[in-house]
T-cell receptor, first 115, second 112 residues
Framework: KAGVTQTPRYLIKTRGQQVTLSCSPISGHRSVSWYQQTPGQGLQFLFEYFSETQRNKGNFPGRFSGRQFSNSRSEMNVSTLELGDSALYLC??????????????FGNGTRLTVT | KQEVTQIPAALSVPEGENLVLNCSFTDSAIYNLQWFRQDPGKGLTSLLL?????REQTSGRLNASLDKSSGRSTLYIAASQPGDSATYLC???????????FGKGITLSVRP
């Protein structure tokens, strides 16, 4: 079974631009969540989706948004990029029915650099 | 607000040593706790998940325990190997539909 796939692996953007990151969960998984990882703050929760509905949202500004499609694939978008948005963005999927009972399976992330 | 702490931030041990990694959390009303491993430049790999009703989980050389009343979990690694070198993170879920809160991790180095 293929794991969680995130594309692209690396991105370099300029301040003020916007970016879209993609995540394909493990086949059959309907829960998808996104995290930002930086050396200073560690792993911080962005948002979580189950069956196209956002279940939870972290404490990030409105420039960060996401969505989930009917095939469970998910995208996150960051608009008006700032230098501080440089981070590893990780996507995870799980087999639970939106209850958080099952282990998370992570992709290898998208490394975003904002210059 | 749940806070998860992992101390120390880094640990170096000789190969073969048994070791314990600690994780503490401030709110004992948790739903479950997970331990993850992260290799450099990679995503996280789930090691063990302990539900709030459980006291411990085992997988191979790994054993994780949970003491909700004291707000602590430990990950025990038996007979450590150089391949165990990685960052180990714990994460707590406060409720069935709530988010995961991560600790900042412990970077483990096992010397041959």
């Amino acid at each position: 079974k293929a794991g969680v796939t995130q594309t692209p692996r690396y991105l370099i953007k300029t301040r003020g631009q916007q970016v879209t990151l993609s995540c394909s969960p493990i086949s059959g998984h309907r829960s998808v969540s996104w995290y930002q990882q930086t050396p200073g703050q560690g792993l911080q929760f962005l948002f979580e989706y189950f069956s196209e509905t956002q279940r939870n949202k972290g404490n990030f500004p409105g420039r960060f948004s996401g969505r989930q499609f009917s095939n469970s694939r998910s995208e996150m978008n960051v608009s008006t990029l700032e230098l501080g948005d440089s981070a590893l963005y990780l996507c995870a999927s799980s087999s639970d029915l939106g209850t958080g009972d099952s282990p998370l399976h992570f992709g290898n992330g998208t490394r975003l650099t904002v210059t | 607000k749940q806070e998860v702490t992992q101390i120390p931030a880094a640990l170096s041990v000789p190969e073969g040593e048994n070791l314990v990694l600690n994780c503490s959390f401030t709110d004992s009303a948790i739903y479950n706790l997970q331990w993850f491993r992260q290799d450099p430049g990679k995503g996280l790999t789930s090691l063990l998940l302990i539900q709030s009703s459980q006291r411990e989980q085992t997988s191979g050389r790994l054993n994780a325990s949970l003491d909700k009343s004291s707000g602590r979990s430990t990950l025990y690694i038996a007979a450590s190997q150089p391949g165990d070198s990685a960052t180990y993170l714990c994460a707590v879920r406060g409720g069935a539909n709530s988010k995961l809160t991560f600790g900042k991790g412990i970077t483990l180095s096992v010397r041959p």
